[in-house]
């Protein structure tokens, strides 16, 4: 377990990938609690590297079996900014970005904030391929998941599709 790591705290490491943007895109995830790590992951013929971001994380957080105290990393500043941030403005909003136009991936905006809310989560943003060891393993989680979905030998998500 790694020093910054604490006992009781759910850590959630999170990447998404997109060969083509759109295209096709794999997530990756991996938790770990206490000494125990899960990895998981998925993919999507058409999709964008955005949604793919936000599905490692929504599927991570769907893969707890109650609610927790964890911290999630991400290398992504729009799943940070976002969720930490900017939905606030966005609900009040009516579901619209300042500039008056509809918010990109509310689906998954609307599934995130309700998840979210059932857990006591803490957010961190680190530079994506700059050798934070668990962001890597999620990247190459997210990547790997395009090649072996491509061969079929994952399901697709079809939640990652473009809506």
């Not at 079996?65 to 900017?86: F, H, L, N």
């Not at 997210?142 to 979905?149: D, L, T, V």
Request: net charge positive.
């Amino acid at each position: 377990m790694k020093n910054s790591e604490n006992r009781g705290e759910v850590y959630i490491y999170s990447d998404g990938a997109c060969s083509g943007n759109p295209g096709p895109g794999g997530w990756g995830a991996v938790l770990r609690y206490n000494g125990a790590e899960k990895r998981l992951c998925g993919w999507c013929g058409n999709t964008t590297n955005n949604r793919m971001e936000l599905l490692a994380v929504i599927r991570a957080l769907e893969a707890l079996t109650r609610p927790v105290q964890g911290v999630i990393t991400t290398d992504s500043q729009y799943v940070k900014d976002g969720i930490t941030g900017w939905i606030k403005t966005w609900k009040k909003n009516g579901w619209r970005t300042s500039g008056k136009k509809p918010v990109k991936n509310r689906d998954l905006w609307e599934r995130l904030d309700k998840l979210a809310a059932t857990h006591a989560l803490r957010w961190n943003w680190v530079k994506g391929h700059a050798g934070h060891e668990f962001n890597e393993i999620a990247d190459s989680l997210a990547a790997g998941a395009i090649i072996r979905g491509q061969k079929g030998e994952l399901p697709e998500d079809i939640d990652g599709l473009i809506e």
